[in-house]
């Protein structure tokens, strides 16, 4: 019998927490017995074929402490997204700065376009089904995101001699913030979501961006382009520690749509 049934058994005797979830999978191709602690804080025990079961128990029992600590670590960071309404006095920040929803049949005076932001932090946007609003607002987020990738990338284009550089505000799914393409696209890209972040950690994520586009030699997050980063932004470990626990609370277009009518 080779099933992850015995080693579950022989685990037990450890009494390890129950929050830590722990599974045991038999890998057939792993040599050595590893851990894994998953997003959320869920661990996997990872066992080759045929071990020994006390072995198991003696590996884990010695990374009690090490598992301690990345399941802390794993659940303070696991993500928290908020999810809107879509009702009027939601808010929502962008660069710095928090609007409220109002929802208008028609554009208020002096507004020739929805959805539109004021001076005094109304978000204005056309009243109509909830995903439509949303997607109103998602197009504002990568309007204004797009311009202000453009204009704020610029002083990386000259300093880092990247020529012919392009810019793209989209959405990258839940687990990225931006991405640089090679070429031939050679594209710096960054998630719509990010303009929902504090400024700094907006610039944190295109200056990252904008360090891969210098293409360094060696590996991505390697010697050299750690050298540029250290260059551009003395201060981006700080802002990448940041980034980890605050873009967590960060709004990725997560609503509660009823599917009616607003
Ligand atoms: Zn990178």
Avoid at 113 to 125: E, F, N, S
């Amino acid at each position: 019998m080779n099933s992850p049934d015995r080693y579950q058994t022989a685990l037990a005797t450890l009494q390890l927490p129950d929050e830590w979830q722990v599974d045991v999978a038999v890998r057939p191709r792993r040599r050595r017995v590893g851990i894994e602690v998953k997003p959320g804080g869920a661990v996997a025990v990872l066992v080759p074929p045929l071990a020994d079961p006390e072995q198991i128990v003696r590996f884990v029992r010695s990374r009690r402490r090490w598992i301690t600590e990345k399941v802390d670590l794993a659940v303070r960071l696991a993500p928290d997204h908020p999810v809107k309404e879509l009702v009027n006095g939601d808010e929502f920040d962008l660069l710095g700065q928090r609007y409220q929803l109002q929802l208008v049949a028609t554009p208020p005076a002096g507004i020739e376009q929805l959805p539109a932001a004021t001076a005094d932090r109304i978000l204005y946007a056309r009243a109509q089904r909830p995903e439509q609003v949303r997607q109103a607002i998602i197009g504002w987020y990568r309007q204004v995101g797009l311009d202000w990738v453009k204009r704020e990338g610029r002083q990386y284009e000259q300093d880092g001699r990247i020529g012919g550089l392009r810019y793209e505000v989209r959405d990258l799914g839940r687990h990225r913030w931006g991405l640089y393409r090679g070429e031939p696209k050679h594209i710096t890209a960054l998630h719509w979501a990010v303009f929902g972040l504090p400024v700094h950690l907006a610039e944190y994520v295109l200056v990252h961006e904008q360090a891969h586009a210098t293409r360094p030699g060696g590996r991505a997050h390697g010697a050299a382009w750690q050298r540029r980063m250290n260059l551009w932004m003395p201060d981006w470990r700080q802002r990448q520690l940041e980034l980890a626990e605050v873009g967590r609370h960060c709004w990725l277009g997560d609503c509660r749509l009823p599917g009616a009518a607003v």
